[in-house]
């Protein structure tokens, strides 16, 4: 299903000084579901993505690592290489820190971990993408809202990396978060420097902010 409302979440958050207390709560939350719960919503959120359009047309679609309870964005991943797409994860870039460049994935690539301890891809320099150079990207996020409003880790590397997108013109790559369902909440602050999303994709359904 998609659409840009949803029944309202049980709670929310107005101010920014409440972030941290709500960031905790909810990587508590997503971190306590069962191991077959997450592997069935994975599954679901993979075939959720695979109806979008804005999924169908990319060449280069980029996800992540799945990290701390994160819905895990890999099987979407496989479902766009099967369908003859370029898939890639984010690497810590050394030459702009605080942001992050992309390299090629596939099951079986070599991987080696970050100082973060997620892992990423052994690639050459010459080989990684700047984020300009994509067409999607799945992103992992804490929480999210019904405006498209995103809470990530607080390290800030996506809305660094993504920064470009304010300038409203450029409308490539198109940032889709991905969540559990149990992620949504009612409203969350926007600050000038944050990334507004054009969807979240659950287990569950879409959220569209922009059209797919």
């Known amino acids: 299903m998609v659409g840009p409302t949803n029944p309202p979440a049980a709670d929310g958050v107005s101010s920014a000084a409440s972030l941290p207390a709500l960031r905790r709560r909810m990587r508590i939350a997503r971190r306590q579901l069962p191991r077959h719960e997450r592997l069935a919503a994975s599954a ?18 980029a996800g992540y690592w799945p990290a701390d309870g994160e819905i895990d964005p890999l099987p979407a991943l496989l479902r766009a290489i099967a369908a003859g797409k370029a898939c890639y994860l984010p690497i810590l870039s050394p ?32 080989a990684w993408l700047d984020p300009h150079m994509l067409d999607l990207v799945i992103l992992p996020l804490v929480a999210f809202d019904g405006s498209g409003n995103r809470l990530g880790m607080g390290g800030g590397f996506y809305d660094r990396s993504f920064a470009f997108l304010l300038n409203h ?25 944050d990334i507004p999303l054009d969807a979240v994709v659950s287990e569950q359904r879409v959220w569209a902010f922009t059209p797919l």
């Open 44 to 61: 679901a959120l993979a075939r959720q993505l695979a109806t979008l359009p804005v999924f169908q047309r990319a060449q280069r679609v």
């Open 169 to 193: 013109a450029w409308r490539r790559p198109r940032l889709v978060g991905a969540a559990f369902n149990l992620q949504r909440l009612a409203n969350l602050p926007r600050r000038v420097w």
């Open 95 to 126: 030459q702009r820190p605080g942001r992050l460049q992309f390299a090629r994935w596939w099951p079986g690539a070599p991987l080696r971990h970050n100082r973060f301890g997620i892992p990423e891809p052994v690639a050459q320099k010459s």
